[in-house]
């Protein structure tokens, strides 16, 4: 396991040996990574035994997988299978320190003299042989024949070596496409939301790199993510758009898991979720309704699984120009950092008609990596492959992701008939345009960062079980709250998916259920539909009244949800 990233592709294939009492799996690190950071962690958490490199390098065994060219592979005494950790080899890198043979330690560049000044990782005589010409793997693992067509122009002493098994990554997510929804559920997605997937490589001129100004980069370089950030907070409404973030584990290893979610703790306030790099990151993109991109193999993933795509970052000169994903990087959408956002990612989905080239060239034998790659392992071996099927782990459901905004809320309330009214939540302060003919009021969580806001918050809510100690209950809370911040007029104590216990400034404490609307919305438009009108107290009554009885319909977007509204039992009465 070179590093994290190498890890994952083979975790991916490690499942074909299980059940076998014949072998026995060790593992060891090459320490050639500059992102080694986690490895370590990675490594014990495999349960298998763990080998210092010297230790591995004088163990004989019967076969070696790796899924990186980094470190001194040819010192280990056995057969070497090599697979790729991404879509095949396709991005340019300097000519490696031979010593070390890793590409993270080299640099992308301008080609040299002409497009092939630059030699293209995991294809090149630099990359696939050993110091004296012979190549470095006695199997080189490609997913496609195209794969092993540029293979064969740029090295063709290596050819023999590649073998066409497919891609175990990509079967694993292909298996997993039935749950759908249940992924998106787990991502705090509800229905009628959409949700967009930020993807980034690790290099400068990716997504989340710090650009160079190359005129070729698809949004302008400079800080792509760190722009588009606070823009996404004030151009798409927080219950209508849900956001994750799928960053390379050199970004996260690199920098630091702790520096990388301190980077992002805004955003992260105003709901965006931070997808586990490991395991995560497959399920994140089959629940996506729209991914926004770089050149890295996620984004690749996304379009071969019909996902729509659009190009933040695309650094063409850091490409093989003959991988179909420099054909892809020409064809698909790019982002126009100086138009609307949400317009933007609105048409993508809607006009969507998949690219035929992703699909296609990711593999050409999908649902076959785990035969084809069981076959060619036990063969290497020179051993009997087992009786029982050869399959891959499915990919399991991720841990409930709870979504809570705690930036403060710009609401804005439409109250058109009686009984209905229209809601929508911004994480920054909406456009004129999207507040124009709308009442706004401020609703913020007990637990912002921003604790100045709650002195001028119309609406304070917060979110927990119902028979947490700490807060007494809801109705001890929502009175606490009301007493200690005199220019709230309703506090919410969200209790479920679906309900909230709610008191008004006048005292009274209702209960709240509306189903498949988030209840933070439902106190908003209790509060916009009691505030409207008359401010008399006879009229705020009459209106309550006639909640109570007949409830009222909460809209969000494109969708619609009846609210229930019942006299809840006060702490007094309890």
Same mark, same amino acid.
């Given at each position: 396991?070179?590093?994290?990233?190498?890890?994952?592709?083979?975790?991916?294939?490690?499942?074909?040996?299980?059940?076998?009492?014949?072998?026995?799996?060790?593992?060891?690190?090459?320490?050639?990574?500059?992102?080694?950071?986690?490895?370590?962690?990675?490594?014990?958490?495999?349960?298998?035994?763990?080998?210092?490199?010297?230790?591995?390098?004088?163990?004989?065994?019967?076969?070696?997988?790796?899924?990186?060219?980094?470190?001194?592979?040819?010192?280990?005494?056995?057969?070497?299978?090599?697979?790729?950790?991404?879509?095949?080899?396709?991005?340019?890198?300097?000519?490696?320190?031979?010593?070390?043979?890793?590409?993270?330690?080299?640099?992308?560049?301008?080609?040299?003299?002409?497009?092939?000044?630059?030699?293209?990782?995991?294809?090149?005589?630099?990359?696939?042989?050993?110091?004296?010409?012979?190549?470095?793997?006695?199997?080189?693992?490609?997913?496609?024949?195209?794969?092993?067509?540029?293979?064969?122009?740029?090295?063709?002493?290596?050819?023999?070596?590649?073998?066409?098994?497919?891609?175990?990554?990509?079967?694993?997510?292909?298996?997993?496409?039935?749950?759908?929804?249940?992924?998106?559920?787990?991502?705090?997605?509800?229905?009628?939301?959409?949700?967009?997937?930020?993807?980034?490589?690790?290099?400068?001129?990716?997504?989340?790199?710090? !650009?160079?100004?190359?005129?070729?980069?698809? =949004?302008? *370089?400079?800080? +792509? /993510?760190? %722009?588009?950030? &606070?823009?996404? #907070?004030?151009?798409?409404?927080?219950?209508?758009?849900?956001?994750?973030?799928?960053?390379?584990?050199?970004?996260?290893?690199?920098?630091?898991?702790?520096?990388?979610?301190?980077?992002?703790?805004?955003?992260?306030?105003?709901?965006?979720?931070?997808?586990?790099?490991?395991?995560?990151?497959?399920?994140?993109?089959?629940?996506?309704?729209?991914?926004?991109?770089?050149? !890295?193999?996620?984004?690749?993933?996304?379009? =071969?699984? *019909?996902?729509? +795509? /659009?190009? %933040?970052?695309? &650094?063409?000169? #850091?490409?093989?120009?003959?991988?179909?994903?420099?054909?892809?990087?020409?064809?698909?959408?790019?982002?126009?950092?100086?138009?609307?956002?949400?317009?933007?990612?609105?048409?993508?989905?809607?006009?969507?008609?998949?690219?035929?080239?992703?699909?296609?060239?990711?593999?050409?034998?999908?649902?076959?990596?785990?035969?084809?790659?069981?076959?060619?392992?036990?063969?290497?071996?020179?051993?009997?492959?087992?009786?029982? =099927?050869?399959?891959?782990?499915? /990919?399991?459901?991720?841990?409930?992701?709870?979504?809570?905004?705690?930036?403060?809320?710009?609401?804005?309330?439409?109250?058109?008939?009686?009984?209905?009214?229209?809601?929508?939540?911004?994480?920054?302060?909406?456009?004129?345009?999207?507040?124009?003919?709308?009442?706004?009021?401020?609703?913020?969580?007990?637990?912002?960062?921003?604790?100045?806001?709650?002195?001028?918050?119309?609406?304070?809510?917060?979110?927990?079980?119902?028979?947490?100690?700490?807060?007494?209950?809801?109705?001890?809370?929502?009175?606490?709250?009301?007493?200690?911040?005199?220019?709230?007029?309703?506090?919410?104590?969200?209790?479920?998916?679906?309900?909230?216990?709610?008191?008004?400034?006048?005292?009274?404490?209702?209960?709240?259920?509306?189903?498949?609307?988030?209840?933070?919305?439902?106190?908003?438009?209790?509060?916009?539909?009691?505030?409207?009108?008359?401010?008399?107290?006879?009229?705020?009554?009459?209106?309550?009244?006639?909640?109570?009885?007949?409830?009222?319909?909460?809209?969000?977007?494109?969708?619609?949800?009846?609210?229930?509204?019942?006299?809840?039992?006060?702490?007094?009465?309890?």
């Amino acid at each position: 396991m070179h590093n994290v990233t190498a890890a994952t592709r083979l975790l991916d294939v490690l499942p074909l040996f299980d059940d076998d009492l014949r072998i026995q799996l060790l593992a060891t690190c090459p320490g050639s990574s500059a992102f080694s950071a986690g490895t370590a962690e990675l490594l014990a958490g495999t349960g298998v035994p763990v080998l210092a490199w010297e230790q591995a390098t004088e163990t004989p065994v019967d076969l070696v997988l790796s899924a990186s060219f980094g470190g001194q592979l040819q010192l280990l005494r056995g057969k070497l299978a090599i697979l790729s950790h991404g879509v095949g080899y396709t991005k340019r890198l300097a000519t490696p320190d031979t010593g070390h043979r890793t590409p993270d330690t080299g640099s992308e560049s301008e080609p040299e003299s002409g497009p092939d000044g630059v030699p293209v990782f995991g294809n090149a005589p630099q990359w696939v042989l050993a110091d004296d010409g012979v190549p470095l793997a006695d199997a080189l693992v490609l997913s496609h024949p195209e794969q092993v067509d540029r293979l064969r122009a740029a090295c063709p002493e290596a050819a023999p070596t590649a073998v066409l098994a497919g891609d175990p990554c990509f079967d694993r997510m292909l298996a997993a496409r039935p749950h759908r929804e249940r992924f998106r559920r787990a991502l705090g997605v509800r229905a009628g939301q959409r949700l967009i997937v930020l993807t980034s490589t690790w290099n400068p001129e990716s997504l989340f790199g710090d !650009g160079d100004g190359r005129s070729d980069g698809g =949004a302008g *370089g400079g800080d +792509v /993510l760190p %722009a588009l950030l &606070p823009r996404l #907070a004030r151009e798409f409404p927080v219950d209508e758009y849900r956001f994750a973030a799928v960053l390379h584990p050199n970004i996260w290893h690199g920098h630091g898991p702790g520096q990388v979610r301190a980077w992002l703790d805004r955003a992260r306030r105003c709901g965006l979720v931070l997808v586990d790099p490991l395991e995560g990151w497959r399920q994140a993109l089959l629940a996506a309704d729209a991914v926004i991109g770089d050149h !890295g193999s996620v984004t690749y993933y996304a379009a =071969a699984l *019909g996902i729509p +795509v /659009l190009l %933040a970052a695309a &650094p063409l000169h #850091a490409l093989d120009p003959a991988a179909p994903i420099s054909a892809f990087m020409r064809e698909a959408p790019r982002l126009d950092p100086g138009a609307p956002l949400r317009e933007q990612v609105d048409q993508l989905v809607d006009r969507h008609r998949p690219l035929s080239g992703p699909a296609e060239f990711t593999t050409s034998v999908p649902g076959e990596a785990a035969v084809r790659l069981r076959a060619l392992f036990y063969s290497m071996m020179g051993a009997a492959e087992p009786e029982r =099927a050869a399959t891959l782990e499915p /990919l399991p459901l991720p841990g409930l992701e709870t979504v809570t905004v705690t930036a403060p809320l710009h609401v804005v309330t439409r109250t058109d008939r009686p009984g209905e009214v229209s809601v929508a939540r911004w994480g920054g302060s909406p456009s004129a345009a999207e507040s124009g003919g709308g009442d706004v009021h401020i609703a913020v969580h007990e637990d912002t960062r921003d604790v100045d806001q709650l002195d001028l918050a119309d609406v304070i809510f917060r979110d927990g079980p119902p028979d947490d100690p700490r807060f007494g209950s809801p109705s001890i809370w929502t009175d606490e709250v009301l007493q200690r911040y005199q220019g709230c007029s309703l506090a919410a104590f969200v209790v479920g998916p679906d309900t909230c216990v709610v008191r008004l400034r006048r005292g009274e404490l209702l209960r709240l259920a509306g189903v498949g609307v988030d209840p933070g919305v439902c106190a908003s438009a209790l509060h916009a539909l009691l505030g409207s009108g008359s401010g008399s107290a006879e009229g705020v009554r009459a209106r309550l009244a006639r909640v109570v009885e007949d409830g009222f319909l909460v809209r969000v977007g494109g969708r619609a949800a009846r609210v229930r509204v019942v006299p809840a039992p006060d702490h007094g009465e309890e």
